[in-house]
């Protein structure tokens, strides 16, 4: 048995990733037309720098931050501003977003090459991320250069990248790591070297192996990065649960952050935008998206612009089968089902998932607690997952409150294992939204 | 706005989108299927008898929660052997030999009174079986306490009467006990199978055993409240169960006897009624243990397992709210 990291509790949903997890990378056509909303990131939205029927040139910066805590947005294709006005946007809301449409020429603006990327002081490094719009491509958003500009009285020996993947179906971040492991390794270095740290690990999950042995393959002679395998359970990929997992350190509760304990977390897609960002001063236009589920004719694994619509998307997958009921964005434990095919690509979508009637649970019906105590058992934050939603459900928001409620990172475990099947993050989420931490 | 929006027929609802199979209705229909091998070891050694008080407990739990619930205009929640299982439960938990309204009053009582009165399943306080047995027991002693001896024939109807080996062993001593069972071995042997009186379902202690790694095996129950249970009873049985001092009691006769077995693995441990965190789970059991060893040595019943789980029930919610479970980083924090 080989020593695999990994943390205490979690779930083992079904993979479901032999839908995708073969299929090479390929690009998704050209969007006709591209949303570009001007928050994609956590912290205050960019402000537009274009007009209504200006044109744009691919790679160009239409949405500039306003404070440290944001991000630029760039033109993902080349054509005509035709709107910027609220649009909907995966999380359910309606965002300002800028709308493009194509002039079928795709024309970008130069980049450069600079073979030297390794040597760039830490400063100029961050402020190419910065420009280059990069956030975390994991799926939270989380503006990268803030990341990479910790407090000085919060000391950073380890970075880790996060290849665990842990959501079921979801293979973006596996066929990435399988087919480009230097660019995956270099981004990591950058990484390193913006931050002063000596130590990097990059965790892989073992349902993996391919992506380990390349990873493995692409570090021999990189004294001071470590490729470490993971058990399989979700949610191993929950920064939290990966620091724990690879050096034992556990992040503080009430509101602790892995800088609390030296480390910084990055994907392994981001290593890799990073990565294009410093080397060419590329801007983040454009991501890996895996479309799966049984909802779709030909799940694949998808090179797709920023901002393209899922309508659009799902067309180079053959289109939806008949029996389609549900469109995720994100994985099935955490993503957000979606109303409408009108809605974009942002940084943070990793996949595209469509259920059928089949592998969708009604989820509608739900039953009282039996207190059997599953969830308690598989909370990865040690909550009483139980206790809150019952809490939540008669209206004791703030009694809520002495169970931890706001540790609750909302992985989904609880309601995954529920045999009363009670929609728990959701009662968790009520019980934050009418309270305060 | 230029760009239109179309509405698709998508169903929204929030994460997780896939869930785990296992239902209310599974757990429950896997514990019914559990207690089968000793049901089934009650009818050959109490004969139709069992067949009929069980069937009774099982038919009247059900339809008083059909009756109740269709009333009540609720939903019918019968399907989700929840009803049939405490049925079966309360059968099992009764004399082979009580009249006919016994099985039904006692049913009407732990489903309709105990478990739906309170708002249905999850929301009772008390072990429905139970109460519906400790009501019994306070209105009819006599026939509650009128133990049939095993026959080993299912044809035979008239059994005849005796004591229960803990009735023997407060009556009347060890002595006394393993005299009526020839040896001590014997003693073992007969209750590790089941060929001794008491409630129906709780003799034989090697099927109810089967059925309870079953349970363990699948994951519908753990060790923390059976174990934490039987040890304290092992161990106050052994400090305080002798006559000739401290330490020279027989654990074993106790962990045999009675309806610790069926009460440790499959009454201790309703969801709805014991603790849901495992640690509140071991206090929870070290409690059901103390009490039922304190009625068996000092109280006026022969047989304590009953009255020490309903009275751990009651501090259940208690010890949910001081034992919670260990927060990530916390502890960590704590040692830094």
Redesign the interface.
Known sequence: MVKADTFERGVHPHESKELTAHKPIESAHLPRRVVIPLSQHIGAPAKPEVNIGEEVKRYQMIGSPPGFVSAPVHASISGKVIAISDFLHPSGRMVPSIVIESDGKDEPLPLEDNPDYLNLPPDEIKALIRDAGIVGLGGAAFPTSVKLSPPKEKPIDTVILNGAECEPYLTADHRLMVERPEDVVNGLKIIMRALGVPRGFIGIEMNKPDAIKVMKDATVGEGDIDVRQLKVKYPQGAEKMLIKAITGREVPPKGGLPMDVGVVVQNVGTAVAIYEAVRYRKPLIERVVTVTGRGVREPKNLKVRIGMMLSELIEDCGGLVDGAVKVIVGGPMMGFAQWSLDVPVVKGTSGVLVQTEEEFFPSEEYFACIRCGRCIDVCPMGLNPSMLSILSEKGHYEEAKEYNLFDCFECGSCAFICPSKRPIVQFIRLAKSQTKP | ???E????????????????R???G??MWSVNLSLMPALIASFYYFGPRAVFVTALCIISSVLSEYLFQKALKRQITISDGSAFLTGLLLGMNLPPSVPFYIPIVGSVVAVVITKQLF?????NIFNPALIGRAFLLITWPRAMTTWSAPTAQFTALDAKTTATPLGILKEEGINKLIEEFGSKGDLYINLLFGNRAGSLGETSVILLLIGAAYLLYKRYITWHIPISFLSTVAILAWVFGGKEGLFTGDPLIHLLSGGLILGAFFMATD??T?P???KGQIIFGIGCGAITMLIRLKGGFPEGVMFAILLMNCFAPLI?RNV??????????KKR
Do not use: N, W
């Not at chain 2, 929006?5 to 785990?20: F, T």
């Not at chain 2, 919670?324 to 924090?333: H, I, Q, R, T």
């Open positions: 706005m230029a760009v929006q179309k509405r698709h027929p998508l169903i929204v609802s929030v994460s997780p989108h896939v869930r785990d296992e239902t209310v599974r757990i708002g249905g399943l999850g929301y969801y709805v014991c849901t965190i495992r949910d919670k479970p260990e927060l990530f980083g916390a502890v960590k924090e």
